[in-house]
């Protein structure tokens, strides 16, 4: 598994052991503070699929895949999108945005001088993708029915991935033939 995905999935194992240490709502409505974590948290999930985006856009360019390269940075300019669509969330509940995209010691190599294959590419994100979704219905199951706004814009969220990754499946399968 690569380091994109690693990180994603500790991201979505923090919001599933912060959803478990206790309820999203106290007695007067949402816990605002809980709930502008899980947002931190997947803003975070959105920024590392910006960088990831735009790490095969430019490998893309070197294998001189331009049409691939293009929905790479068109992929990218959507996850923004949504960065700050949750941004703008965060700070209607009286948050600030944080999201911390770490570079570890093992990102060294991120722009690796020998691209990988353009459909090693295309499944990494096709499975992320999937992996940021799956965070996202647990954070949506969690809301329940008492915070509407950040329940819908989750729902908002999935839907665009969900085509996404119909789009990059259909991709994928095209390249295969």
């Not at 007695?27 to 095969?56: D, M, P, W």
């Not at 049409?67 to 949504?82: I, P």
């Not at 992320?128 to 647990?138: K, N, R, S």
């Not at 665009?160 to 499946?169: D, H, P």
Request: aromatic share 6%; net charge negative; charged share 30%.
């Amino acid at each position: 598994m690569n380091d994109f995905l690693n990180e994603v999935t500790k991201l979505r194992n923090r919001i599933h052991t912060y959803i478990d240490e206790a309820p999203l709502v106290d007695s007067q409505g949402v816990n605002h503070e809980r709930v502008i974590f899980l947002l931190n948290q997947a803003l975070t999930t959105e920024l590392l699929c910006v960088r990831r985006y735009k790490e095969h856009f430019f490998e893309a360019e070197k294998l001189n895949e331009h049409v691939a390269a293009e929905d790479f940075l068109v992929r990218a300019g959507e996850e923004a999108e949504q960065v700050d669509m949750i941004a703008a969330r965060i700070q209607q509940l009286g948050g600030d945005p944080v999201g911390k995209v770490e570079i570890s010691s093992s990102d060294s190599d991120t722009f690796p001088s020998t691209p990988r294959r353009l459909e090693t590419l295309m499944r990494e994100d096709l499975i992320a993708e999937w992996v940021a979704v799956g965070g996202y219905l647990e954070i949506i199951e969690a809301l329940g029915s008492d915070d509407p706004i950040t329940r819908r814009l989750f729902e908002r969220i999935i839907a665009r991935e969900e085509q996404l990754a119909n789009n990059m499946r259909a991709s994928l399968f095209a390249l295969a033939s």
